[in-house]
């Protein structure tokens, strides 16, 4: 344990974290994402766990990472087939926890089934949840912690 810092948070999730740079995607995905195939293809190279649900999570990963302010699109969220406009429960717990990282209202983009997968095999790395309800699937996008205030 570690003073300070989520216990949800392994040393393979801090180190993939802490290796990621400006702009590097992290995927946050529920049990049903092909996690460990796509995982397979990003920079990392292979899959990371932690087994609780997608708003500990995205709780936890927010507590120690920026989301990129540079973008549109630094967190996103995967629609629903056939339903784009349609947040389901998971996504708006998930939601909940990135306004409270920020400190304010930060929305998240919808991103097509398809073009998530896509966007998630180009992703530094997947973190796989243990989120069973349907759609937990989210991308981060790195942002910067700026120096200290002189």
């Keep these: 344990m ?10 393979d999730v801090l180190q993939a974290l802490r290796a990621m740079g400006h702009g590097d995607d992290l995927i946050v995905c529920d049990t049903n994402f092909p996690a460990d195939s796509v995982a397979r293809q990003t920079a990392l ?3 990371l766990r932690i087994d609780a649900s997608a708003a500990d999570v995205a709780k936890a990963v927010l507590s120690v990472y920026p989301l ?12 629903i087939v056939g339903k784009p406009d349609e947040i389901p ?8 926890e990135i306004d409270a990282a ?20 180009k992703a530094y790395c997947v973190i796989q949840t243990g989120e069973r309800r349907f759609y937990g699937c989210f991308a981060f996008r790195k942002g910067v912690v700026p120096p200290d205030a002189e």
């Design 45 to 47: 190279g292979h899959l």
């Design 68 to 79: 990129d302010t540079f973008v549109d699109d630094a967190a996103a969220r995967m629609e």
């Design 102 to 121: 920020e400190g304010k209202a930060w929305p998240m983009i919808s991103v097509e089934r398809y073009a998530f997968y896509e966007r998630a095999k």
């Design 89 to 96: 429960l998971v996504q708006k717990e998930v939601q909940k």
């Design 2 to 11: 570690l003073k300070g810092i989520n216990p949800l948070l392994n040393a």
